[in-house]
């Protein structure tokens, strides 16, 4: 079989990030790349999570992309739709439609060390394709994950899972469990309990909430932001900005982060007037150690004649509902199931095969790690985004993103522009970060003793960046080409005492 052309990049995903990498390879002149996405549509969290109540913690003036404006905000804070709407909108705007290759699900990823190619493969019988470059741009929260509750095959009821919400089942008049009270079940809890005959929410861990308040976005605003650019980017640069000094209280273990604490605390004792509820709400951990939660109307829908917070451990599931350790089986309709994703802190999201036959989730079975977050020694050519140490605590995702597709795009157009067959990051360089990001998580919340999803269960955190978003935006300015193995011609690799050196 004939070998297809090489791309010059193969995007792996079309959700923000492929869709914002797209953007800026078009933007730097490169062309010819392709998104694999495994939907068939375009939109990644936005398509997926659809579940009622579906929103952003962050502002939509700074949940966007700062090179592709939206004056039409409908709120300060959007739903699911409207920023489903904003990507569809982005994909027609830059012209991308005819780049996606939908229904295509990547499987395994291979590099050709003599060509400088990567081999990606598909499931199915589809093609394979060939790239100078990829980057993998997956999604974070990309895979739902059922929790691994004993008996959960034995219940008989519906179940429905928040990220995979079954929008033909009418919930009105069932009697409905949500497990979890994490980010998604505090959107779903006030939505579902106007629906549902009774709604009992089954907490694990009481969570930090702090009030949201969302105001529609008046016609006088829109025009000014359509007018005149600059007044929507200065109010992005405020939202920013606030976020930026909200860090001090929620990346850090500061006395400011008692300052979030007394306006968590304060925003409870307003909304839930019934100490022993109260009691059963208050978090013991320290405020940003697991992700903040931000409602108005969590506390309030808990309240209601029809909803009830259970807080006893769940023992099992059975057929008809959930057995709770001491004892009572509690019977449901339908368990809603907000138990969040299979974030891959260990392994990789897909099989990735690097120089001299290396196994990314060989080297990552402890945890993941990577140089700025975006690439791995041993892996040339290959661009993570919401890669490894990446994760922001107190501001937009998209803040992060766009400065990973500003480097990635920087290092793709290097490849091509000096016909590199490899761009490898060196590994002394990759060390000496990783030291550095390990030692700055120490202080920082997420590591302050508590258990979440941002750590294995060795308490390795691969997944926050401890740091101000400039920061992170700050190291990733400029690809500095000195932290990198260049070849263009694959068959001298390995001569060069740098090169043995990185791959050691
Ligand atoms: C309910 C919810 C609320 C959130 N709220 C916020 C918030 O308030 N603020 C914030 O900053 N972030 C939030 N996030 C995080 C959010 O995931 C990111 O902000 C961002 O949308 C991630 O974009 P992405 O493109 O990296 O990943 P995704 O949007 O997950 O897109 C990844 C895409 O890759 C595709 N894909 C995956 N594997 C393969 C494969 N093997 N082959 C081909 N295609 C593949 C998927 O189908 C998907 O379309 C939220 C996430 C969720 C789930």
Request: charged share 20%.
């Amino acid at each position: 079989m004939s070998k297809s052309a090489p791309l010059d990049v193969a995007i792996i995903g079309g959700g923000f990030a492929g869709i914002g990498t797209a953007i800026r390879l078009k933007q730097k002149g490169i062309t010819d790349f392709a998104i694999f996405e495994r939907d068939t549509r375009v939109g990644g969290t936005w398509r997926d999570n659809t579940y009622p109540g579906a929103a952003c913690d962050i502002p939509s003036r700074l949940y966007s992309y700062s090179f592709a404006p939206n004056p039409d905000w409908s709120h300060t804070y959007s739903g699911s739709a409207e920023i489903l709407g904003y990507v569809e909108s982005m994909v027609e705007e830059f012209g991308l439609r005819n780049h996606f290759r939908f229904g295509h699900t990547v499987t395994n990823l291979q590099f050709d060390e003599e060509a400088g190619l990567w081999t990606v493969t598909f499931d199915g019988r589809k093609p394979k394709v060939f790239a100078r470059s990829v980057v993998v741009a997956s999604g974070p929260l990309a895979n739902a994950s059922l929790p691994n509750i004993k008996g959960i095959d034995t219940y008989e009821g519906h179940k429905v899972h928040s990220a995979k919400w079954d929008h033909d089942y009418d919930f009105a008049g069932k009697k409905v469990a949500v497990v979890g009270t994490g980010a998604s079940a505090v959107q779903i809890v006030p939505e579902l309990v106007k629906q549902a005959e009774s709604v009992k929410v089954f907490q694990r861990t009481a969570g930090w909430v702090l009030p949201r308040v969302n105001r529609r976005t008046n016609s006088v605003s829109k025009m000014l932001y359509r007018q005149f650019p600059v007044t929507e980017s200065l109010a992005r640069q405020a939202w920013f900005w606030g976020h930026e000094s909200v860090a001090l209280g929620v990346v850090w273990n500061t006395p400011l982060t008692r300052v979030v604490e007394t306006v968590g605390k304060a925003h409870l004792r307003a909304q839930v007037k019934d100490p022993w509820l109260r009691r059963q709400l208050t978090p013991d951990f320290r405020a940003g150690c697991k992700r903040l939660l931000m409602t108005s109307d969590y506390y309030p829908a808990l309240q209601k004649d029809n909803c009830k917070l259970i807080t006893w451990p769940i023992a099992t599931l059975s057929p008809k509902g959930i057995r709770t350790v001491e004892g009572i089986e509690h019977q449901f309709d339908c368990i809603v199931f907000a138990t969040g994703f299979d974030v891959s802190k260990t392994g990789t999201p897909i099989p990735i095969v690097g120089r001299h036959g290396r196994v990314l989730s060989d080297e990552w079975s402890k945890g993941a790690y990577a140089y700025k977050s975006v690439a791995v020694s041993g892996y040339p050519n290959l661009y993570l985004t919401f890669g490894p140490n990446s994760g922001p605590g107190h501001s937009s995702a998209l803040v992060y993103m766009e400065a990973q597709i500003d480097y990635i795009t920087d290092a793709v157009r290097t490849v091509l522009d000096k016909n590199l067959t490899m761009l490898d990051v060196r590994r002394d360089v990759q060390d000496r970060y990783n030291a550095d990001i390990q030692q700055r998580l120490e202080s920082t919340t997420w590591n302050s003793g508590c258990q979440s999803w941002y750590l294995t269960e060795d308490g390795f955190n691969a997944t926050m960046f401890p740091g101000f978003a400039t920061q992170y935006a700050h190291q990733l300015r400029k690809l500095d080409l000195r932290d990198f193995v260049l070849a263009s011609d694959a068959t001298k690799l390995g001569n060069r005492p740098s090169e043995r050196a990185a791959v050691s």
